[in-house]
Structures are given as structure tokens and as C-alpha cells.
Nanobody, 122 residues
Framework: QVQLVESGGGLVQTGGSLRLSCAAS????????MAWFRQAPGKEREFVAA????????DYAGVVKDRFTISRDNAKNTVYLQMNSLRPEDTAVYSC???????????????WGQGTQVTVSS
């Protein structure tokens, strides 16, 4: 069973950038599709981005497309989320998740990290 730990969150001004990392252990990372989700207090968890096990296919929520980039380094057992042109609406706890296939639905991912806080000031 894969264990996931996120890092890289913090406070950034509008228009700034952050790179989130999700480190995996306890399983074969290269066999899993990976995704990023986010959730703000009082709001539903929403899909951000996903990537297939070999990185050949990526998927993004429309609100982050062309601003965020998901990537993975299977040699380091790590998936990344590069976030540029950040807006206050991007403020949330960002979590990574693993599944056998690539999905945009949170309930179809069985393994989750604890999350990392991203705050964008206006």
C-alpha cells in the first residue's frame, strides 16, 4: 500500500508561484495514476489535476488549466504540482491521491496524503 506525504505549501501573493511535492513510499509508485485535489473550509473537495502512471496523459480542471502543471519523477517516487499565476480563489488544502487508473472523481482514489495548506493573499 502506497503512503503519500505532501509538502511545499505556504503563503504567496496574488500572481506568485508555488511548487507542491507528493512523496510516495510503501508501494510501487510507478504503477499508480496520481492526482491533486483541493478543499477550502465549507466547500467540497474539487479536482485539480491528474497524471497517468507513465506521464503520457494529463488532465486538468478548467479553472487551473494553463496555470498549473502536474508532473512526476518515478525514479524519485514523487509527483509535483507547479502552480503559477496564483489567485486568492486557489487558497485551499491541497492533497495528492493514488489510483490504478486516472480519474477526476475523488471517491475513485483509494490512497490519500494528509494535505498541505496553500494561501494566496490579495
Amino acid at each position: 500500500q502506497v503512503q503519500l506525504v505532501e509538502s511545499g505549501g505556504g503563503l504567496v501573493q496574488t500572481g506568485g508561484s508555488l511548487r507542491l511535492s507528493c512523496a510516495a513510499s510503501g508501494g510501487i509508485f510507478s504503477r499508480a495514476a496520481m492526482a491533486w485535489f483541493r478543499q477550502a473550509p465549507g466547500k467540497e473537495r474539487e479536482f485539480v489535476a491528474a497524471i497517468t502512471r507513465d506521464g503520457s496523459i494529463t488532465d486538468y480542471a478548467g479553472v487551473v488549466k494553463d496555470r498549473f502543471t502536474i508532473s512526476r519523477d518515478n525514479a524519485k517516487n514523487t509527483v509535483y504540482l507547479q502552480m503559477n499565476s496564483l489567485r486568492p480563489e486557489d487558497t485551499a488544502v491541497y492533497s495528492c491521491a493514488a489510483s490504478l487508473h486516472i480519474y477526476s472523481r475523488a471517491d475513485l482514489y483509494g490512497t490519500w496524503g494528509q494535505g498541505t495548506q496553500v494561501t494566496v493573499s490579495s
